[in-house]
């Protein structure tokens, strides 16, 4: 018989993982873990920690800064809340093209987080936001800028014993612009071949003040686009050498070949979509 | 350890292991055989119920976290429903073994959406695989139940 326990307060939660730190496997909403356990029975934990009953990592908060994003916290309910609508545009987006209906419905953000898929379709949004993980442990919390957590292929920054708590995203520079994309094989429940998220901030006189990224399904893991920021960066929209951004991509990403698409394909998918995100973002262009 | 739930109205407790698969509790334990499994990995909605009134994959939700939930299975929804009616009118079901997925998918979207759009029909199917009918006919009886598809 297999142990599983459902603690109503963080506290407890941590408790457990902080005593017994092996054995215990998270659960949040199961759309990723129940899939492992169906595809591979003999690697099916014996020790469940089930998070989807702790208050603390349930709902969305406003604040001065921007939002917090319980970890637990549906996708559907992300995606269908009026303030990320208004002001996080391209979270609504991900999340609404995160799997069909019944996926969001029991998919979290801290899931889509943690099961650290480099074609995670939040992944990018979180990083052209500049978002920030709350992580906890037994003995307290820390902070952890979204791009450090990805440390290699399905690794990830958390330790023994800690769990991911909340998400926090800031308030989009008042005159940066969002596009989000995902390209797939079919609208709903594709895994993604390529997908972007751009944040690009132009002033009135045209030039670039900010510029950020993420991508999916480019790299081992989910990826911002250094170069291509540092090069856009102070440049005037009129002086932006197609060429030369095509030459960024190339140095930020390292496609792989699979059984959804080419390296070679990634690499153009890739370089069109920054491109698109690049000349787009001066129209006032819904994201999709 | 055992699972209390109410299913299509009737408490029902389960002996299974908190990791058992809704799926699995409900065709073999309750004997709920209409729903079924397709694929196994949430991706054909062959065996979607409702959860709190939420579409959801049963063979993705584990017991251990529906104490207390309120499950709808195919079962559950009413006999000759104008839904059923439609299904069978418009010849939405032919092998059938998508059908009661999708019946829970347009009940969901149904009670969100009292005259969808037929983008808002193909949004709130779009978990559930049809390998026959070719969906038309599927979102043709969700419509007729609607009073015809609104428009955009
Ligand atoms: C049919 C289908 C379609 C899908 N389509 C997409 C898609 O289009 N795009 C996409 O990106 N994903 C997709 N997914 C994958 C999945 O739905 C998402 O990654 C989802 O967000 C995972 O969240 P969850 O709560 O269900 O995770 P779970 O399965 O509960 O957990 C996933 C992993 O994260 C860990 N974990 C979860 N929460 C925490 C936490 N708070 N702290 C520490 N560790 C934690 C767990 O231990 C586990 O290792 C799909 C899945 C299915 C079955
Ligand atoms: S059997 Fe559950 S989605 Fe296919
Ligand atoms: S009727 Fe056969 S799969 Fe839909």
């Given amino acids: 018989m297999s142990d599983w326990i459902r603690p109503r307060h963080l506290p407890e939660a941590l408790e457990i993982l902080a005593t017994a730190p092996g054995p215990y496997r998270v659960i949040s909403g199961g759309t ?9 029975p003999e690697r099916r934990p014996e020790s469940w920690l089930d998070i989807s009953g702790l208050r603390e990592l349930q709902g969305l908060q406003i604040t001065e800064e921007g939002i917090r994003i319980g970890a637990a916290t549906s996708l559907e309910a992300i995606r269908r ?47 052209a936001y500049g978002a920030r993980l709350e992580i906890v442990h037994h003995h307290g919390s820390r902070w952890l800028p979204y791009g450090d957590f990805h440390l290699g292929y399905r690794k990830t920054a958390l330790q ?8 926090w995203i800031p308030y989009p520079p008042k005159h940066s612009r969002g596009y989000f994309r995902k390209v797939g094989t079919r609208a709903a429940q594709a895994i993604a071949k390529v997908s972007i998220a751009a944040l690009i901030e132009v002033n009135s006189d045209g030039i670039i003040q900010s510029a950020h990224f993420g991508m999916a399904s480019v790299a081992a893991t989910p990826c911002a686009l250094p170069s291509v920021s540092q090069y856009l960066l102070g440049r005037a929209l009129c002086d ?20 959804r698409s080419t390296t070679a394909y990634r690499l153009e998918i890739a370089s069109r979509l920054v491109l698109e995100a690049i000349h787009k973002r001066s129209e006032s262009k819904k994201e999709n | ?39 196994g990995e949430g ?5 979607a119920v409702l959860v709190n009134g939420r579409l959801v994959n049963s063979c993705l939700v584990p017991l251990g976290q529906m104490e207390r939930a309120e499950i709808t299975t195919v079962e559950g929804l009413p006999e000759d429903s104008a839904l059923a009616q439609a299904f069978v009118q418009c010849g939405a079901t032919q092998c059938g073994i998508c059908t009661p997925g999708m019946m829970l998918a347009a009940t969901a979207l149904l009670a969100e959406y009292a005259n969808p759009t037929l983008e808002e029909i193909r949004w709130g199917l779009s ?19 609607a009073g015809g598809f609104a428009d955009v």
């Fill in chain 2, 127 to 145: 978990g559930n695989l049809c390998r026959c009918t070719g969906y038309g006919r599927i979102y043709a009886a969700i419509a007729q139940v």
């Fill in chain 1, 32 to 40: 990723d873990l129940m899939v492992e356990c169906h595809l591979a």
């Fill in chain 2, 1 to 39: 350890m055992s699972t209390t739930m109410r299913i299509n109205g009737k408490a029902f407790q389960s002996s299974s292991a908190p990791n058992a698969r809704l799926l699995d509790v409900l065709r073999n334990e309750c004997d709920l055989k209409g729903t079924k499994e397709g694929c």
């Fill in chain 1, 81 to 127: 809340h009026a303030e990320v609508v208004a002001h996080w545009p391209m979270l609504a987006a991900s999340a609404a093209v995160t799997g069909a209906p019944p996926i969001q419905n029991r998919a979290t953000l801290g899931g889509n987080v943690c099961n650290a898929s480099p074609a995670a379709d939040n992944a990018p949004t979180l990083l």
């Fill in chain 2, 43 to 47: 991706e054909c909605g062959a065996c």
């Fill in chain 1, 240 to 259: 932006i050498a197609d060429m030369q951004v095509r030459q960024k991509v190339k140095q930020d990403i390292a496609p792989i070949q699979d059984i």
């Fill in chain 1, 160 to 167: 023994p014993g800690e769990l991911l708590s909340a998400l």
